[in-house]
């Protein structure tokens, strides 16, 4: 039996940092709106990370909602630390990304987010941020979920 907070079927993001003209992206799930007017999300982001070091520094980040067959990037993305592997590298090498908004971001996400840094606090081995929401765009209805990593035995139950 899965433990609690592994039954619900997560969606799955990845969020885009930037810093010195690089981009870094991790995976995260555990990521939720928290108010409707103006649209505000709160992500926790784990600690000893390139992505806390860069939203620590920054300003925005762009959350990415992931496409179902965009699974096989959570290896490099959420598996790999950006502090030892050059994530912006990896991305353009693999002609993985485009500009929207004057941001790198993933190519085909089912959408993305534009988000501001509002606030952050400790909690635990991760820092909960909260975001305002500056633009969107949605692109397909489909979303990378945390069952279809257990299916494809990307991550385990």
């Known amino acids: 039996m899965r433990r609690p907070w592994n039954l619900i079927d997560s969606p799955v993001y990845s969020l ?17 709106a928290i108010s409707m007017e103006p649209k505000i999300y709160a ?20 959350l990415q909602f992931l496409h179902p067959e965009q699974f096989k990037l959570v290896k490099n993305l959420g598996q790999r630390s950006g502090l030892n592997f050059n994530k912006n590298r990896y991305l353009s090498k ?9 941001y ?44 279809i990593l257990r299916t494809k035995k990307i991550i385990r139950a």
């Open 43 to 62: 992500i926790a982001i784990y600690k000893n990370t390139k992505t806390l070091e860069n939203m620590l520094e920054t300003k925005y980040a762009v």
């Open 94 to 102: 693999n002609n993985l990304v485009e500009s929207w908004n004057g």
């Open 104 to 147: 790198d971001v993933l190519k085909n996400t089912a959408a993305r987010i534009l988000l501001q840094k509002v606030d952050f606090k400790e909690t635990g081995d991760h820092l909960l941020f909260t975001f305002k929401a500056e633009k969107y765009k949605s692109y397909h209805p489909e979303v990378l979920t945390s069952e």
């Open 16 to 32: 885009a940092t930037y810093t010195e003209g690089q981009v870094n992206m991790n995976i995260c799930t555990y990521v939720t």
